[in-house]
């Protein structure tokens, strides 16, 4: 059973993916001055941090197991200034890389296999390039299926992502450009 981390310090751990991978559009100010924002959108929440003139944001969803409390699955999405959208998936170690990972809402796939790019620690990364079109999908679906292969022993796994409150974090994304 997973459960969905809503305190910041614990999201701000996730945060490894985009760190890496880097973060979505550039911003000039957050409300009221502020160095950083977290809110949260039913399962997902909009993180915000300020460094310098440059402001970052992006949505994610942590997932953690309730009586292990270990973390289970990080998804993140930016949006970038030319209108793409990037991201990552961080899931755990024990995976058979060389199989990549298949995203699907119901029963149609987005936009093929994806790659793994490394592993941490804190897990193994799936960078993530959408279009516009499997956004507006992601919008309007109801959970996210992410299949990977387990290594040993090899056997197939699902994590599936709410995406109840997906369409209002990145509304809230669009608004803090304006």
């Known amino acids: 059973?997973?459960?969905?981390y809503r305190s910041p310090a614990k999201?701000?751990?996730a945060g490894v993916a985009f760190a890496i991978l880097g973060t979505g559009a550039s911003f000039a100010q957050l409300p009221g001055g502020a160095n950083s924002l977290v809110e949260t959108y039913e399962d997902w929440g909009v993180v915000c941090q300020a460094a310098g003139e440059t402001t970052s944001c992006f949505v994610r969803q942590v997932q953690t197991d309730?009586?292990?409390n270990q973390h289970v699955?990080?998804?993140e999405f930016a949006s970038g200034?030319?209108?793409t959208f990037t991201g990552a998936i961080l899931l755990p170690l024990g995976l058979s890389l060389s199989q990549g990972a298949q995203l699907k809402i119901g029963e149609t796939a987005l936009e093929g296999t994806r790659s793994f790019s490394t592993c941490l620690?804190?897990?193994?990364?799936?960078p993530l390039e959408v279009s516009e079109a499997t956004i507006g999908v992601l919008r309007t679906g109801t959970a996210l299926s992410i299949a990977v292969v387990s290594a040993a022993p090899e056997q197939p796994l699902t994590?599936?992502?709410s995406l109840k409150g997906f369409a209002n974090a990145l509304n809230?994304?669009?608004?803090?450009?304006?």
């Open 73 to 75: 699955l990080t998804v």
């Open 159 to 161: 994590f599936t992502v």
């Open 1 to 4: 059973m997973t459960t969905i």
């Open 172 to 178: 809230r994304i669009g608004g803090l450009t304006e």
């Open 66 to 68: 309730r009586q292990s």
């Open 121 to 126: 620690p804190q897990g193994c990364i799936v």
């Open 11 to 13: 999201r701000f751990v």
């Open 81 to 83: 200034a030319d209108g």
